[in-house]
């Protein structure tokens, strides 16, 4: 037994591509060299180039900061480099989320088919290489359904656990009626909705500054999902936030009493710990005010993430160590949010 990472990354190299079959090889995304001159990209160099023109950071020659793992455990070249890296740190699954598609936008419903195709194959190959290890979140194709739905049961037979969605897909809100036959193929082979913060359609995608447009929708979409029929329609099926912390929930909670899901001001009652006893799991950090969350959140549906991978605000690689030392939370509660509401939230 040890640590459940609710949320990893994976920075996708060549590999990420290889599956592609001959008649999609156009779909490959191209290498993109600059000068690092941009001052929006502070100096970042290599990229994927999409045919829209979208830049999107490419991990080649990727560099670690200081403490963090190699290039070749971040990209996944060594699978069992990471799960030493996991040893270390006492984690016992990961659970690993894209880079690529975090900022992908599509137009092109086959482009989209076929790279979110190839990616998952090749993190299927990875799972299996890593013993059940690294589990890992499913990239749909959200603007062809049925194919959507034709990933979500090949990741289910290897080693998947979740389907990644951002807030915001396809220029719809999650409760649209559109993502209705996803989210029932999701509950039949009991995968999680893992919503991440990312850009889906955000004309700013490509100024690093903006990651707080990707992170404020995440609380807007838990109103929406909150608020909706989905624990009668989907009673089975568990949503994950993560990434955007938890310290806005008691924001949402209180828009939600207010009637914010209904844009008409009326009083709502909330049960005494509103996020009780549902199928909602929020990642929190490991340095938040956590007495203060727990009282809307409850302690069954806190969970924890390191976003090992990456190096970035929401990047915390030794977050369950620290959140294990935190006295002012009772260690059975700590120990949930560490392991037992991530098994949870992902049916381990």
């Not at 609710?6 to 156009?26: F, G, M």
């Not at 299927?124 to 979500?152: F, M, N, Q, T, Y």
């Not at 008409?264 to 005494?272: A, M, S």
């Not at 950090?285 to 929401?314: M, Q, W």
Request: charged share 25%.
């Amino acid at each position: 037994m040890g640590y459940i990472d609710c949320d990893t990354h994976v920075i996708e190299s060549l590999r990420a591509w290889s599956y592609l079959r001959p008649d999609e090889k156009h779909f490959h995304p191209q290498q993109k060299e600059t000068d690092g001159t941009q001052s929006q990209w502070r100096g970042l160099t290599q990229f994927w180039e999409m045919p829209s023109g979208q830049y999107i950071i490419c991990g080649l020659n990727i560099t670690s900061p200081p403490g963090h793992p190699s290039p070749a455990v971040r990209l996944l070249d060594d699978v069992s480099g990471r799960v030493k890296c996991m040893d270390d740190l006492g984690v016992e699954i990961q659970v690993i989320i894209p880079s690529f598609f975090l900022a992908a936008q599509f137009t092109d419903a086959a482009h989209q088919k076929a790279l979110a195709r190839s990616y998952n194959r090749w993190l299927a190959e990875c799972s299996e290489e890593s013993e059940g290890r690294l589990r890992w979140s499913v990239v749909p194709p959200l603007l062809d359904i049925d194919a959507a739905k034709e990933e979500i049961a090949f990741g289910a037979a290897h080693g998947a656990v979740s389907v990644m969605m951002r807030a915001l897909e396809c220029k719809r809100i999650l409760t649209d009626p559109y993502f209705f036959p996803l989210y029932e193929e999701a509950e039949r082979y009991n995968l999680a909705i893992g919503i991440h913060i990312g850009n889906a359609n955000s004309p700013v995608y490509h100024v690093p500054e903006a990651i707080m447009h990707s992170v404020v929708p995440m609380a807007a979409s838990f109103v929406n999902i909150y608020t909706s029929d989905f624990a009668d329609r989907f009673p089975d099926l568990r949503f994950g936030f993560l990434e955007a912390g938890s310290e806005w929930l008691p924001f949402a909670f209180r828009e939600i009493s207010r009637g914010a899901h209904t844009a008409w001001r009326q009083d709502v009652h909330l049960d005494e710990i509103p996020l009780s006893g549902s199928n909602l799991f929020v990642a929190c950090t490991f340095d938040e005010d956590l007495p203060y969350v727990l009282k809307f959140a409850g302690e069954d549906n806190l969970v924890l993430g390191t976003d090992f991978g990456h190096a970035d605000i929401g990047t915390d690689i030794r977050a369950h160590r620290l959140m294990g030392e935190r006295t002012d939370v009772d260690g059975k509660v700590l120990s949930k949010i560490n392991e037992d509401n991530g098994r949870r939230l992902y049916g381990l």
